[in-house]
């Protein structure tokens, strides 16, 4: 009798109600698609004449055997690193910037909007704006360079320069997202801890990271899973481009896809590009979600453990 007086929703239907706009949504873009992606994987379909031809498990076979499996292989390799380096400098860089700016220095409030506004643009005109600065001729980078130190590197030619000039990209590009969460979380710290470590003679260095970066930690959990997924899927139109997946490797390593090439860009050439082997790129697709998963299942069962909620 009290339950029912207390319950929120008088009708049983009433909260599914509530639901299904958002169910639709989720079974319309999410759920179909991704069951047909799955059921692609098994045919040998192209795009543009539009066969298709049942194949069972070979399309996943020509992933890790066969003349198609270096070029996979070297991708997985290549979507992990970048990954990384993404995940790993823009946290760091937003989470140093963003307790540098929340200390108590004249114009704070214009430099925290100068390090957000790159997250306005969108990832094409940000990837526009790195072509242009390391354009190997006319590019302020190089102008700089050679002014200075007399060189031009080839920065979007050299396979290593493109690839480290798309993580610098993609990192500078969703910097200013990292940066919001991290002021809000730093204003939200208690100052008790931070006052009696600077009564105790505690440096700032000290503070960072025995008081400052542990209390972060639940804000970093939750931007390492955004980040990660940003790096593997936002980050397509960052490589098209710059670099359109390019350039290629020196033999005999790094040379059977372009090094800035990345599962998801990988996919998209597979999939539209020459052979439009839709299946082929259906099964990739499915080895991609395996990836997401099993980061996701080490974030939450051994980083997860690691966080600290006391503030």
């Known amino acids: 009798m009290n339950q029912n007086k207390n319950a929120i929703f008088k009708a049983k239907v009433i909260p599914y109600l509530y639901l299904l ?5 989720l079974i319309i873009f999410i759920y179909y698609p991704a069951l ?12 543009i004449l539009g066969t298709r031809k049942f194949i069972g498990l070979e399309n996943f076979k020509n992933l890790f055997t066969g003349a198609l499996a270096p070029g996979f292989i070297q991708t997985c390799f290549q979507t992990l690193a970048f990954a990384f380096f993404v995940v790993i400098l823009g946290l760091s860089i937003s989470m140093l910037l963003a307790v540098l700016t929340s200390e108590k220095i004249k114009g704070a409030k214009y430099y925290r909007l100068l390090l957000i506004w790159p997250f306005a643009l969108s990832p094409a005109v940000a990837s526009t704006v790195f072509s242009f600065l390391f354009n190997p001729e ?9 002014a200075v130190f007399n060189i031009k590197p080839g920065w979007l030619t050299n396979p290593y320069l493109a690839f480290f000039v798309a993580v610098f990209a993609a990192v500078w590009k969703n910097l200013g997202y990292n940066i919001v969460f991290y ?20 440096s700032r260095f000290s503070k960072f990271i ?4 542990p209390l972060l ?37 790094m ?7 990345t599962l998801m860009y990988k996919i998209f050439l597979d999939g539209f590009g020459g052979s439009s082997n839709m299946g082929f790129a259906a099964a990739e697709t499915f080895i991609l979600m395996i990836i997401v998963m099993i980061i996701t299942m080490f974030q939450f069962g051994i980083v997860g453990k690691k966080v600290n909620y006391d503030v």
């Not at 706009?21 to 949504?25: E, H």
């Not at 006319?138 to 050679?146: D, E, M, S």
């Not at 481009?241 to 033999?251: I, R």
């Open 21 to 25: 706009p958002t169910s639709l949504v």
């Open 36 to 47: 047909k992606t799955f059921v692609l994987a098994f045919y040998r379909s192209n795009f």
């Open 138 to 146: 006319v590019g302020l980078v190089n102008t700089i360079l050679q």
């Open 183 to 202: 002021i809000a979380a730093f204003q939200n710290i208690s100052k008790d801890p931070l006052e009696a470590a600077e009564i105790d003679g505690a």
């Open 210 to 213: 025995h008081i400052i970066f």
């Open 217 to 253: 930690s639940p804000t970093s959990f939750f931007l390492l899973f955004t980040n990660i997924t940003y790096s593997l899927f936002d980050s397509f139109a960052i490589i098209d481009v710059l670099t359109k997946g390019g350039p290629m490797g020196q033999p005999p390593f």
């Open 255 to 261: 040379d059977n896809v372009g090094m800035t090439t």
